[in-house]
RNA sequence: UUAUCAGGUCACCUUAUCGCGCUCAUAUUUUAAUAUGGGUGAGGAAAGUCCGGACACCAUAGUGCGGCAUAGCGGGUAACGCCCGUCUCUUCCCUGUUUAGGGAAGAAGGACAAGUGCAACAGAAAGCAGGUACAGGUAAUGCUGUAGUGAAAUCAGGUAAACUCUAUGCGGUGAAACGCCAUGUAUAUCAGCGUUUGAGGGCGGCACGCUCAAGUUGAAGGGUAGGCGGUAAGAACUUUUGGGUAACCACAAGUCCAGAUAAAUGAUAAGGGGGUCUCUUUGAGGCUUUACAGAAUCCGGCUUAUGACCUGCUUUUAGA
C-alpha cells in the first residue's frame, strides 16, 4: 500500500455511509472519532475511507474544507505503515468533533493513537472470528 | 502629516519532496485500468439569493378579474428595479448680499381639475359646516369686505414612503429543470383509435378556456439507486483604431481560461519579497506572512463582508 490516496479509495455509497453510523464500531481520540465496518469490496481496495465535519459546528465552507484536508492529508501520510499487512476490507469514516479550528500536529498525534487502537482491536477480534 | 472622501490595482512569489481533480501523448495489458511524461485547476466578492436574462419543461403561454413591480425627461443594454447624462426640488458651503452665480450631497421627483380618508397647536371653522368685532349691503340670511388664528381660511387649499387613479411591464416552475441509457417489480407508465356522463384530476389565486380521464390495440416503462448528456467558445477575455460629454457601441487582431459530484485545487521545508516592532548611521535581529472567504447550469447588475498598496483633492469636518 503506498501513500497515495485516489479516488477508489473514498467513501463514496451513500448506504454505505448509512450502514457505518447504524452498526459500526468507534474509537474516539478527542477531538477525532473513527468510525469502522468490516466490508466486502473489490479485492484491489483494502479500505475505503471517508471524512466528514458537521457543519452545525463549523458555518464557514472554508473552515469545514481545511480540516477535511486535514484529515484526508493526516490519514494519506499514515495509512501505509499502519496497513500494510492487513486482512480483510474496512469501510472507515473519520469525524470532528471539535469546535475550533485544529493545528497540524495535533490532527497527526490523534491520529496515530486512533490508528494503533484500531490495529489493536482488530489483532484481538481476529482470532474470535 | 494622518484619518475621512473619490477613483484604481493586487489578493504573496519561486524551488524541492509527497499528494488530489480534469485532460493530452506514449507504453503495458486489454477494453477498462495501470505506469511515465506534459498541460491545466476558485473569487472579488465564488456569499446573500434581492432584481434582470439565457436555457428547459408545463398549452405556440391563452382571455377576464385580482395581484405584484416601476414612476421627471433623454440615452445605454439581451434585459432590468442596473448604468450614464440632464432638468427640477431640498440641504449645506462660497461669492455676492435685492434678484442671482458657482460647488457638493441627496431625492419612494406621474396624478389631490374622479371619489374616500387624514391634519398637532392656535382658531368660530381645516368642510354633511359654521361664526366673533367693525363696516357695507339686503325683504331676510356670513351676503360682502377688513381685522383676528394659522404654514394654509371656498383656495380648482395641503397630503398619494394614505386608500385610490393613470401609464408601462410581469404566466408558472427551476439544472433535484429537461433528454437518453440501464437496473428490475407487475399495471400505478407511454403511444394510437374511440366515447355517454362531464363526477373528479392537471394547467399561478379565482372565473372562463384548454387538457386528462371507464374501453380497445400496441409498446416497454414507474418508485428507488446508478451512468451519460445538458455542462463550459461565451451578451467571453486582452489589445489597437474609430464614434459618443458619458454609460456604451463598431471594426480588426490575438487568446482558449476550473468542471468536481460524500464534492479536486492540498501538506511540509528552504529561499526571496512585503508588513510591523526593537536597537538604531549604513545595517542587524525578532515576530508575522495575515482580512473576508471555497466554483456546483451560465451570464448582467445590486447588496453585504474584508486586508494591503497607489493616485487625486485641500473647499469643508476632527487631531497634531
Given amino acids: 500500500m503506498s501513500s497515495k490516496f485516489p479516488k477508489k479509495e ?3 455509497r451513500e448506504i454505505l455511509i448509512r450502514r457505518l453510523f447504524e452498526e ?11 468510525i469502522y465496518l ?6 484491489e481496495v483494502k479500505i475505503q475511507c471517508g471524512v466528514a465535519v458537521s457543519s ?3 458555518k464557514s465552507a472554508v473552515k469545514r474544507n481545511r480540516i477535511k484536508r486535514l484529515l484526508r492529508e493526516n490519514y ?19 469525524l470532528y ?22 490495529l489493536i482491536k482488530i489483532s ?6
Avoid at 98 to 118: S, T
Wanted: charged share 30%.
Fill in 56 to 58: 452545525r459546528n463549523f
Fill in 10 to 12: 473514498r467513501l463514496k
Fill in 97 to 118: 468533533l471539535g469546535k475550533e479550528m485544529p493545528r497540524y500536529e495535533d490532527v497527526e498525534r490523534h491520529m496515530k493513537v486512533i490508528l494503533k487502537q484500531f
Fill in 76 to 94: 494519506r501520510l499514515n495509512k501505509e505503515k499502519n496497513f500494510n499487512n492487513i486482512e480483510g476490507s474496512f469501510a472507515f469514516l473519520f
Fill in 38 to 43: 468490516p466490508v466486502h469490496s473489490p479485492a
Fill in 124 to 129: 484481538n477480534e481476529d482470532p474470535v472470528k
Fill in 24 to 34: 459500526g464500531k468507534s474509537i474516539t481520540s478527542y477531538p477525532l472519532k473513527l
